[in-house]
């Protein structure tokens, strides 16, 4: 008899284990469950209605009804920036799904970013949305993270670097994971970027692209979600190897480009 209750501890306790780790996708916070107290803050389809949102500075945003995505064309020479104007935020999962249709010209591909830890103001040239951080990727298949301090400058927190995750032609997710100044970035559920830094600690999240002059073009947010994640989630992912040392080469090659994007 004793043999045999062994017998079932050990096969639930194999079963148990085999559980746990399916539980443990990539991009996903270790915690017990889904039900432990992580609470949505945003779910933005854009099937009817972009209720929420508002545009920074000029360029105009609107809704494809019958496709169900937000959407802008923006101004020459100009970022377009539309922000979930409800809430300002702390500790988040911030994660979007957006496209970019229009002709590259003189090999220049511009910048399409998610934003997050946003301030109120905009810049006089460009309309560039700051302080906070950008993080964005163009149609060359290479990403960039951007910090926009507090008088309108820029500084590459990661230069413009190649990634394979990237979808050149197609839609592409984006997500980042903010925790105490402690930030992970993902692209189409591949962690790409780790960093920190607590110049910021609250604010808002949204969208930015930047327009070539005489270009025509369409910047797509399929749909947008927010979740707060629970009080000692931890992630578990790390950039693979080779990502890692695309990142590497890129910050040690002293180019950083531009926050409205990248020469080929």
């Known amino acids: ?11 639930g306790l194999m079963a148990y284990i085999i559980f746990v780790l399916s539980q443990h996708r ?28 508002n545009r920074r500075g000029s360029a105009k945003w609107g809704l494809n009804e019958d496709d ?28 979007v799904r957006i496209k970019r249709e229009g002709k590259i010209t003189d090999g220049f591909y511009p910048a ?10 905009i810049g006089e040239d460009r309309e560039n949305w700051y302080p906070g951080f950008l993080f964005g990727i163009t149609k060359n298949g290479m990403y960039s993270i951007w910090k926009n301090s507090t008088d309108g ?19 592409n997710t984006l997500r980042v994971v903010a925790d105490g100044g402690e930030f992970t970035c993902y692209i189409n559920e591949k962690l790409v970027k780790r960093f920190n830094d607590t110049s910021f600690t609250e604010g808002f999240v949204g969208f930015e692209m930047y327009k070539q002059v005489g270009t025509k073009v369409k910047f797509m947010v399929d749909w947008a979600t927010l979740t ?37």
């Open 1 to 11: 008899m004793r043999k045999i209750i062994l017998t079932l501890l050990a096969i």
């Open 26 to 53: 990539l991009g996903e916070l270790v915690q017990p469950s889904a039900e432990s107290g992580e609470t949505t803050a945003i779910d933005s389809q854009f099937e009817n209605t972009f209720k929420g949102w």
């Open 68 to 95: 169900g995505y937000y959407y802008t064309s923006g101004r020459d020479d100009l970022f377009a920036s539309s922000y979930y104007k409800t809430e300002r935020f702390s500790r988040f999962d911030f994660e």
């Open 112 to 121: 399409n970013y998610l934003a997050f830890l946003m301030g109120e103001n």
């Open 153 to 171: 400058t820029s500084t590459a927190i990661q230069p413009w670097t190649i990634s394979s995750w990237i979808d050149k032609e197609g839609w």
């Open 228 to 264: 707060i994640p629970e009080e000692g989630a931890i992630i578990m992912d790390e950039v693979d190897a080779k990502q890692e040392e695309l990142n590497q080469a890129a910050l040690e090659s002293g180019e950083a480009g531009s926050p409205e994007g990248i020469s080929e």
